[in-house]
């Protein structure tokens, strides 16, 4: 039974929750007992909430036996929130030693919508510190394993929250996407990753990245779950002077729509310099048979160029670390967090205590990003990747005026093996080459899993970009290229996840 | 380095012109911090004013209070100033505890206003243009406590405690253009450039001015040039100058410091100083390890402002009567000569007439009030004629007693002396004390009557048309009746009752 | 950027990082020194070539989305109790952060 519940998808768990099929603590305890199960080989959470998760789901079973309708159409479903949202009930890390055991006096937007929707939050998930890293393995608390082989990575940042879909430890999950900590975990776990228009959706409550390209988004195993989610968290929220006042996109609208087949009428744009040179073959040719599908689905498939995508990696790279050594100042053992009493004056306790609290990749962006601000650099670094920023939005406007959405592959390659890339940042970055220009142009995009790679039989990822706002075209065509893959597949590719062994 | 000698100012003002420039930092009285609803009010319970915003939390975000834009659009406006028709924070990155996010959110290169003056008139009535560079909105820093060492002061001190209620308090910086030309009279410059952007503050309602409270800040940069350069001198900046006559000193100190290392062929070091108010010297900050760098970058998490022409337009129009312009019109509706008005400036009883007037007395005796007898009370108490407990609606009521002859003169002291003494308002002393003047004729004509008939020879030269005898009757009443009759009246009376039969 | 690892480019020396960890107050060791050096001169080289992009008469991109004119009235809101402000300090006294003492000076 419970086996069972933990492999049904969101939209089929709340469905039967409301209607007393199952209660919404039975369905929350399966998922705190797969945790309990293989959490020890995944290490997805860096925080289980047995109690309050149960205690939420009781809440929403005792709702719906009083006659009352379900808050959202996720009342009572189970969530994995990535742990850079701040929840006053829930320790707070962002994957760092500096706030190791911190419990913010607040909840973040999204977090209160979550459980405003009566959406069951089952604990905070593992992540490269502070949303920096494309492995989880810059995590203070170890890494996270992917579910498809646990010697290698699940990609990240967000890397706990994919691995808790993958892992069937929860149906939905959060992300954070700076340059492609959503997207690219999805990829390499075969789950859905969204990473919204930038002002889709509320940061306030996120632990800040980079504020300029940070953006929250719906991670689960089918684009309908993600769909559903993104209309729980989405829309203006007054607390974030970035949100954009507009309403919310119709995505549930369009994957019902996208889940026709009918794809006629529509161009889909391949971007033709996210491509070939770098990326694995299978991810190469998982990526033209996507295309075929789409092609085979009505869509009509024109190439576009972006000449100024190749910049988007070293723009990118002095932008995020510039906005990141602003942002990561504050954790100056002052006011929370850890204090290293090593020194006698204000100056001394921070600097050792910043030094002990943050990772090596911390501190390596941290300084990168102090260098490219300082006055005798700024204007060749951070001024000039601003500009490079704005070529790569025009690139993005001509290409929309081809094509309704673009794709690529997520990732140039699949999982890599722990340990291979740890060491050298610069691989390390090259895994969100095709991710980033979203980011850096604000834009929509999101990743739809294409199948297995046949020289590793790990997943790879399909990204879909659309313009700012045009989230639902971009639900669309991945709901109808998930139904026609999963058809062709011979079901969901993620129900082919090895079976973990499960602890007693 | 041994402290040179100093110079004597007339040496320093014949050998060097000073180069001034003054940065006021403004404190607004906005109901609301710059980028969170927490309330700026003075003198709360520490970190009680607080919330994840201006505490620098993790992950919590700034939104900019409209009317703390609206406030400096205004006194940009004020300052004759271009309003920037787009303009973003910045943010100013540098670590300091009493800043909870280790960056200052700040306007620093892109300012709401730029390019304005203000004119100052000083001691002589001769008038000054100042230039104004830039007016720029940021924010407040936390306040420290330093404990233990000898001076509470931050060198010495074991450890500090912060209070953050102060955090995110919205601030607007005004800053000058290099002041040049004044010669022996820039500390008299210094001291009616912040007295006048005071004023002008005040004025506009835009903050509580308090210099005391820090609600108004001033630092004070200064240079010297040798006579007839046209190339400044290094200068210092001098912070901790927290009142009117402090900025004087502190300007003045600085140009015979400076003066004093020049002529001993020393060369002026750039450097933050800290005025000492009771000493009336600068010392210098500590010196900083490394330059400053403080890698401004726009910031991100704040959309841009755009003030539309039309919401200018609208700030314009709210613009009250300057200052200046407003002495003007006092000078000529009160028909005050230059030096008269000067001195209700400087005794600082301009407003406080105003205020008296407008709560209904004809000006000649609301000016009458307060720059005789309740000086003398000010003076005698050691305070400012603002710090008397009377308020201006205190005076104006006495002053309609007396005109309504419900009061003599003389009472009418009584009655103030009541209020300044905390009995409470002119109406309540009038009862408790019973100071009303006799007004009911019954008794009056009685008493009257009783003294006509204790001096019957006096009557008879009242009849007889020596009426100026009628003196030593009305004498009599008014000791009778304590002074509390109304001396015309009597005299009236006393003139009927004694030309009768 | 290219897949291959560019030589280094002498971007920045030793001496170059210890004064960014100073900035930075990273209190690194002389090992990390040495290592923070030879990475951040390979990212410098590659992030460098932001450089070769013409772009003199392209306005800079500081928001990705571009809003103007966001505010909030100026209305109070409930903030934080002074319990829950100083609840995560690592140490308070009469209800302040209580903090090591300052050696710089105030901005």
Redesign the interface.
């Known amino acids: 039974m419970s086996t069972e519940l933990i492999r049904l998808t969101a939209a089929e768990l709340a469905v039967k929750i409301h209607s007393r099929e199952v209660s919404a603590v039975e369905v929350t305890r399966a998922h705190l007992d797969r945790i309990a199960a293989v959490d020890g080989q995944v290490n997805a959470f860096l925080h289980v909430a047995r109690e309050a998760a149960l205690a939420n789901a009781a809440l929403v079973d005792e709702s719906i036996a009083a006659g009352t309708a379900p808050a959202s159409p996720l009342a009572g479903v189970p969530l994995a929130l990535k742990d850079v949202?701040?929840t006053m009930d829930m320790p707070?890390t962002?994957g760092s030693r500096i706030?190791e055991g911190?419990?913010?006096?607040?909840d973040?937007t999204v977090t209160t919508r979550l459980r405003a929707a009566g959406i069951t939050i089952l604990g905070k998930t593992n992540m490269d510190e502070f949303a920096m890293g494309s492995s989880t393995e810059y995590s203070a608390y170890g890494p996270t394993r992917n579910p498809w082989d646990t010697s290698r990575i699940p990609g990240g940042s967000g890397g706990g929250s994919a691995a808790a879909l993958a892992a069937f430890e929860a149906p939905l999950a959060i992300g954070t996407d700076t340059g492609g900590s959503i997207r690219q975990p999805a990829a390499m776990t075969g789950t859905v990753g969204v990473k919204p228009?930038?002002?889709g959706v509320s940061?306030?409550?996120?632990?800040?990245c980079?504020?300029?390209?940070d953006q929250c988004g719906p991670c689960a195993r089918t684009v309908l779950d993600a769909a559903l989610l993104h209309e729980v968290i989405a829309g203006p929220d007054?607390?974030?002077?970035?949100s954009?006042d507009a309403p919310v996109p119709a995505v549930l609208e369009a994957v019902r729509r996208g889940a026709d087949g009918d794809l006629r009428g529509l161009r889909v744009g391949v971007v033709r310099e996210l491509g070939g040179?770098?990326y694995q073959a299978g991810v190469q040719s998982n990526f033209e048979a996507a295309l075929r599908q789409l092609e085979k689905l009505g869509a009509e498939v024109v190439e576009v160029s972006a000449p100024?995508f190749?910049?988007g990696?070293?723009?990118y790279?002095?932008i995020l670390p510039?906005?990141v050594?602003?942002n990561l100042?504050?954790?100056?053992?002052?006011?929370?967090?850890?204090?290293v009493?090593?020194?006698?004056?204000?100056?001394?306790?921070?600097?050792?205590t910043?030094?002990a609290g943050?990772g090596?990749e911390a501190?390596?962006r941290?300084?990168?990003g102090?260098?490219a601000?300082?006055?005798g650099y700024?204007d060749?670094?951070?001024?000039?990747?601003?500009?490079?920023?704005?070529?790569i939005?025009r690139d993005f406007a001509t290409a929309f005026a081809q094509a309704d959405v673009l794709v690529s592959p997520t990732a140039p390659t699949t999982a890599f093996p722990i340990g291979e890339k740890v060491d050298?940042?610069?691989?390390m970055?090259?895994n969100d080459?095709a991710t980033i220009p979203t980011?850096?142009?604000?834009t929509a995009a999101m990743s739809v899993p294409s199948g297995l790679a046949a020289e590793d039989g790990l997943p790879t990822g399909l990204q879909i970009m659309a313009p700012?706002l045009g989230e639902a075209v971009m639900y669309r065509v991945a709901a109808a290229y998930e139904a026609a893959r999963d058809a062709e597949g011979g079901g969901a590719l993620i129900h082919r996840v090895p079976p973990m062994e499960v602890s007693a | 380095m041994s402290a040179p000698t100093l110079v004597d100012y007339d040496e320093v003002v014949e050998r060097f012109d000073p180069v001034l420039g003054l940065e006021v930092h403004v404190e607004l009285s906005t109901n609301t911090k710059m980028f969170c609803g927490c309330p700026t009010d003075f003198g709360a319970e520490p970190n009680t004013q607080v919330c994840p915003t201006c505490l620098g939390l993790p992950g919590s975000l700034p939104v900019i209070n409209h009317a703390a834009v609206g406030s400096a659009i205004r006194i940009g406006l004020a300052l004759n100033c271009t309003i920037a028709p787009w303009g973003r924070f910045a943010r100013k990155n540098y670590f300091y505890p009493d800043m909870p996010k280790n960056f200052q959110t700040s306007q620093y290169d892109e300012p709401i206003a730029v390019n304005g003056y203000l004119d100052l008139e000083l001691d002589d009535g001769s008038v000054v243009r100042v230039g104004i560079e830039r007016a720029h909105m940021e924010e407040d820093t936390g306040k420290s406590l330093h404990v233990g060492g000898a001076t509470g002061r931050i060198h010495g001190a074991e450890y500090s405690l912060l209070d953050y209620n102060r955090a995110g308090v919205p601030l607007i910086e005004i800053v000058t253009k290099p002041i040049t030309g004044t010669g022996a009279r820039a500390p008299e410059v210094a001291r009616a450039y912040v007295t006048a952007l005071r004023d002008l503050l005040r004025a506009l309602d835009v903050s509580d001015v308090r210099m005391d409270q820090g609600s108004l800040r001033c630092d004070a940069n200064v240079s010297l040039m040798p006579r007839g350069s046209s190339e400044f001198g290094t200068r210092t900046e001098t912070k901790n100058v927290n009142s009117l006559r402090s900025v004087e000193r502190a300007v003045r100190y600085e140009m015979t410091r400076q003066a004093a290392v020049l002529l001993a062929g020393g060369t002026v070091v750039q450097e933050t100083r800290h005025f000492d108010e009771a000493t009336g010297t600068t010392s210098p900050g500590r010196r900083k390890e490394t330059a400053e760098d403080y890698r401004y970058f726009p910031e991100p998490d704040l959309a841009p402002i755009a003030p539309s022409d039309e919401w200018v337009e609208q700030l314009h129009s709210t613009l009250p009567e300057m200052p200046w312009e407003h002495r003007k019109r006092v000078k000529a509706e009160w028909g005050l000569s230059d030096e008269e008005l000067r001195d209700l400036v400087n005794a600082g009883a301009l407003e406080l007439i105003e205020a008296t007037v407008a709560a209904g007395a004809p000006s000649s005796e609301a000016r009458s009030w307060w720059v005789s007898y309740l000086a003398q009370q000010a003076n005698t108490r050691g305070i400012a004629l603002d710090a008397l407990p009377i308020r201006p609606a205190d005076v104006a009521r006495v002053i309609e007693l007396v005109a309504a002859g419900e009061l003599t003169n003389k009472l009418a002291r009584q009655v103030v002396d009541g209020v300044l003494a905390g009995e409470g308002g002119p109406d309540e002393v009038v009862e408790q004390r019973g100071l009303k003047v006799v007004s009911d004729d019954g008794a009056l004509i009685a008493a009257v009557d009783e003294a006509l008939a204790a001096q019957p020879d006096v009557v008879e030269k009242i009849r007889g048309g020596k009426v100026q005898a009628a003196g030593a009757i009305v004498g009599a009443v008014m000791k009778a009746t304590k002074g509390q009759a109304d001396a015309k009246r009597v005299r009236e009376l006393v003139l009927q009752r004694a030309a009768r039969e | 950027m290219s897949l291959d690892t560019p030589p280094p480019s002498g971007a920045i020396t030793r001496d170059e990082v210890a004064h960014l960890a100073r900035l930075a107050r990273l209190a690194v060791t002389d090992d990390e020194l040495d290592v923070f050096a030879g990475q951040l001169d390979v990212i410098l080289g590659a992030v460098a070539r932001v450089g070769e992009v013409a772009a003199d008469d392209i306005p800079p991109t500081s928001h990705a989305v571009p809003l103007s004119n966001v505010f909030r009235p100026d209305e109070r809101r409930p903030g934080l109790t002074q319990e829950q402000a100083l609840s995560g300090a690592p140490a308070v006294e009469d209800g302040r952060f209580r903090v090591p003492q300052i050696l710089g000076e105030e901005q």
């Not at chain 1, 911190?102 to 607040?106: L, T, V």
């Not at chain 1, 100042?329 to 204090?339: E, I, K």
């Not at chain 1, 009493?341 to 050792?352: D, I, K, L």
């Open positions: 949202f701040t707070t962002c706030l911190w419990r913010p006096p607040y973040a228009t930038y002002g940061r306030y409550g996120l632990v800040a980079a504020s300029s390209l007054p607390l974030d002077s970035t954009i040179e770098g100024h190749q910049y990696l070293p723009a790279y002095l510039s906005e050594s602003s100042a504050r954790f100056d053992a002052m006011r929370y967090g850890l204090r009493e090593n020194g006698t004056s204000a100056e001394e306790v921070m600097a050792a910043r030094e943050f090596p501190k390596r941290i300084m990168l102090t260098y601000l300082s006055s700024y060749a670094y951070y001024g000039q990747a601003q500009k490079v920023r704005t070529l939005s050298d940042p610069l691989a970055y090259l080459l980011n850096l142009a604000g700012a």
